[in-house]
């Protein structure tokens, strides 16, 4: 199968914040007054949904006013901790497999992501100059399905792929009209993908 571009996921496909993004989350909600501790391990099972579903399942007794305060600080603190980081948290070989796809193909991201999340990304793992297009629902409050559609129809996509570790994605791509290739190494499942990748290296050979 031909495609004339890649579309990546961010989280479980080219890189795991968990560690980060789970201390993130706590110290936003004890900031708040809310004394709780959010682990790598449960943010693994909610990455992939919006930043209002992930408050919705990791505070269900908090008041909606609660849920929005520490997710806005929430994010404010993710940007912290992820610019100021200096451990490579990309899977193997993620830079290196983007800036070779990119010779062949537009490389692009679409994430359920705030805004700025896929920026932090572009520069930690010095890709910014080889991505073609990005989009997220930070930007628009747009879910992954639309917002693939917004993205391929502004670049003129006529058989682009999708990347993603989640049965969400997969879900999106259906809804969008996309065929999913399926990050295995990443926090979920998949019941139909066109492909299924056990590094992000293996791109290579699918898309070659």
Known sequence: MKFDAVILDVDGTVWDSTELVAKAWTKAAKDCEIDTEITADRLKGLFGKTM???ADALLPDATEEEKNRVMYKSIEEEDKVLAENTVDITYPEVSSTIKELSKKLPVCIVSNCQKGYIELFMEK???KSFITDTECYG???????????LLIERNGFLHPCYVGDTLMDEIACREAGVPFIFASYGFGEAKQPVYSIDSFKN??????
Not at 203 to 208: A, I, P, Q, R, T
Request: net charge positive; glycine share 8%; aromatic share 0%.
């Open 52 to 54: 209002h579903e992930i």
């Open 125 to 127: 793992a010095n890709v």
């Open 139 to 149: 930007n628009n409050g747009k879910g992954k399905a639309d917002n693939l559609r």
């Open 203 to 208: 791109l290579l050979n699918v898309l070659n």
